[in-house]
């Protein structure tokens, strides 16, 4: 309990990013948490050209049903994703599993991107988004699911994952859609709800002698 609300307290620190995003301020208030769109725009709004990037770096949509560029997004992720603190543990999701997820009914390829560095095309951000029908309050909404946000672990200081999100965002925005939900683990400017997870020990020897548990 202590924990979560010292984590809860994070959300009303200054936050570069998101204090520029069209979402709801904790310091607003509840007052301020009407129901409908908290920023209403129009196509003639979004910018038709993507943001920029740094001089050596470049935009790149992933074809995630070519073999080639799906095994390249597992490596990145297997290498980059959520892990522990230590570096000793990594979500790895298969292959299939990415293809699978990424590739729902009516998902569009240019949502599906990332950042190389243009002089050998190394791939050192990526990001997703897939459509989705999200049921609010009765009322049916299509919107975003973002997810697989990542930024090789040397390049975390270069401000590379708000331009994803932001470029991920303008996409998005151009197929008419306005509204995304996403995950993180910690918290971001604002929660709509919290939920926790728990592992469960199959093989609790291995789990032992990889020091993954203590006794």
């Excluded at 997820?101 to 897939?130: C, E, H, Q």
């Excluded at 996403?182 to 939920?195: E, F, L, S, V, W």
Aim: positive net charge; glycine residues 6%; hydrophobic residues 35%.
């Amino acid at each position: 309990m202590l924990k979560e609300m010292k984590e809860r307290a994070g959300l009303y620190e200054k936050h570069t990013f998101w204090d520029t995003q069209p979402v709801l301020k904790p310091s607003e208030g509840k007052e301020k948490a009407l129901e409908g769109a908290v920023e209403t725009k129009q196509l003639k709004d979004i910018r038709a050209d993507e943001y920029p990037l740094p001089e050596t770096y470049e935009w790149t949509t992933i074809d995630i049903t070519k073999d080639a560029e799906l095994n390249e997004v597992y490596d990145f992720l297997k290498e980059h994703y959520v892990g522990d603190s230590g570096g000793n543990y990594r979500f790895r999701y298969t292959p299939n599993f990415l293809r699978w997820a990424l590739t729902p009914p009516d998902y569009y390829k240019d949502w599906i991107l990332g950042v190389r560095i243009k002089a050998n095309k190394k791939l050192v951000g990526f990001i997703s988004g897939i459509p989705l029908k999200v049921s609010v309050k009765g009322v049916p909404i299509v919107m975003a699911e973002i997810d697989f946000l990542c930024v090789h672990a040397k390049l975390r200081t270069k401000r590379l994952a708000p331009v994803l999100i932001k470029e991920v965002t303008r996409r998005i925005n151009q197929k008419g859609l306005w509204q995304a939900i996403y995950t993180a683990g910690k918290c971001i400017p604002t929660p709509m709800a919290y939920t926790r997870y728990y592992y469960r020990a199959i093989n609790y020897k291995k789990l032992l002698d990889v020091s993954a548990v203590r006794t």
